[in-house]
């Protein structure tokens, strides 16, 4: 399924780009001039299934434009080769970068699409000699190659996952450092949400460790803990065909988006003064 395609969905999520980027974000396009606030992010900061996602609901709080530059599976990557998404994202009055899980990054240990984060190209060499029981031609997918690896191996899985922790520390470095004015790490724990697959929860290996590595490149940290009543309520508000229902129960819906916002909301406000 190309995320990125509305197709039959019950949503319209005006799909649209900004200057030269061949990434296709959620519209309505934003003008990117005057004084206007963006969120870099994936799936969550998209808002699939959801007909107000944060961004819109931290605009509506804080009485400024806010550009919605989620991309659905993004790693940290997929914006750093951006230049025209830097350079807009620096010019804005606060930027907010959502954390995004270690997974849908290139690395010593395999590749992955340049745009399309989640999808599996290759394995390396030195991951072929490691795991040479392994036909890395069967996987299309980065967690359904990771769910494998570990369940042959939890050992020789953990230096994968090493990694894949040093390089999501790495690069969230570089795209937070290429970002000029005041940023926000955003962090939507998914902690005791069942991710079905064994690898744990989104965002899949970011921990308390990681984020105190790159704390420093951004100017706050804001945390954010699902309640379990947005939990339970699980798809109710959401809208999506059918055929969706199985993507839309794994996905954030609109009581999770209404807390991250009063979340966010203050902390941008409180940037946002002279």
């Not at 299934?49 to 599976?73: C, D, R, S, T």
Request: overall charge neutral; hydrophobic content about 45%.
């Amino acid at each position: 399924m190309a995320y990125e395609f509305a197709g039959e969905s019950a949503l319209d999520y005006l799909p649209c780009r900004y200057g030269q980027s061949k990434l296709l974000f959620r519209g309505p396009k934003r003008k990117l001039e005057g004084a206007y606030a963006a969120v870099l992010g994936g799936t969550e900061t998209y808002g699939k299934f959801v007909a107000e996602p944060f961004p819109a609901l931290v605009e509506a709080q804080i009485g400024l434009p806010v550009v919605n530059f989620g991309y659905m599976n993004a790693g940290a990557d997929v914006f750093s080769g951006e230049p025209e998404l830097i350079d807009a994202c620096s010019k804005a009055r606060v930027t907010v970068i959502q954390i995004m899980g270690a997974q849908n990054m290139s690395n010593r240990f395999y590749a992955v699409h340049p745009r399309r984060n989640d999808r599996f190209l290759r394995a390396s060499n030195l991951m072929k000699t490691i795991f040479r029981e392994i036909d890395f031609t069967e996987f299309h997918f980065t967690r359904h190659m990771l769910s494998a690896l570990k369940a042959v191996s939890e050992e020789k899985y953990a230096l994968v996952e090493g990694e894949l922790k040093a390089a999501w520390v790495a690069r969230m470095r570089v795209l937070l450092q290429k970002i000029k004015g005041k940023t926000v790490l955003l962090w939507i724990s998914q902690d005791g949400r069942d991710s079905g697959d064994g690898l744990g929860y989104d965002p899949l290996m970011v921990d308390a460790d990681m984020i105190a590595a790159v704390r420093p490149y951004a100017t706050e940290l804001v945390c954010v803990m699902p309640s379990d009543a947005s939990r339970r309520a699980g798809t109710e508000g959401m809208l999506f065909a059918p055929l969706e229902a199985p993507a839309a129960a794994v996905m954030p819906g609109p009581r999770v988006h209404e807390e991250v916002a009063d979340a966010l909301a203050p902390v941008m406000k409180r940037l946002l003064k002279p």
